[in-house]
């Protein structure tokens, strides 16, 4: 079973204020109208939107009302929002039509019903962290630095080996994770 499935990402309303960037984000992304209705018109969200990098699904009233029956199902007071049930429901409708839908959100109800519901949800936005690795150069010999695009093998001062050495490790959001 481990056939590749397109990707969605559903993006719910705290995604407008946190550090989530739509626009490092390779894959298909939507949000849904009552989302668009909770978030500032400058909001990183609300921009994404605007020049399409985002797109405004909703889904249909059928899959709501199957999600609000779950819902409540399984919690006595789920503390969601139409918002919050608007997002749930594009991640079920996603699903059902055979997409790997990935909510993502930093609400904390929302994540805990998303999990009950058996639906894959994200804090970071983004699995696919790589790090980026910053180097200098480095004298063997003599220990002086080096610019990252100092050209010499050699030291300036000593003659010895100029190393290579990692400085500092960076996560970044991959741009690109989809394989071709
Ligand atoms: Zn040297």
């Known amino acids: 079973m481990s056939v590749e499935k397109k990707r969605v990402l559903v993006l719910d309303a705290t995604v407008a204020y946190s550090g989530y960037d739509p626009f490092m984000v390779s894959e298909e992304q939507y949000t849904t109208s009552k989302i668009m209705s909770e978030i500032k018109k400058n909001s990183k969200l609300a921009i994404a939107v605007n020049l399409g990098v985002v797109k405004i699904r909703d889904p249909s009233e059928n899959v709501v009302r199957e999600i609000i029956e779950m819902v409540k199902n399984h919690c006595e007071e789920p503390n969601l929002s139409d918002a919050d049930i608007s997002v749930l429901a594009l991640a079920y409708e996603f699903s059902k039509e055979g997409a790997n ?59 010895g080996r100029i190393l290579s050495k990692v400085v500092k490790r960076v996560k970044v959001y991959e741009k690109s994770s989809q394989g071709n």
Do not use: W
């Open 101 to 159: 839908a990935l909510i993502i959100s930093d609400d904390y109800s929302l994540q805990n019903m998303a999990k009950i519901l058996g639906l894959k949800i994200s804090r970071y936005g983004r699995p696919f962290i790589r790090h980026i690795l910053y180097r200098v150069k480095i004298c063997e010999k003599c220990k002086r630095k080096y610019s990252p695009d100092y050209p010499g093998k050699t030291c300036e001062i000593c003659g």
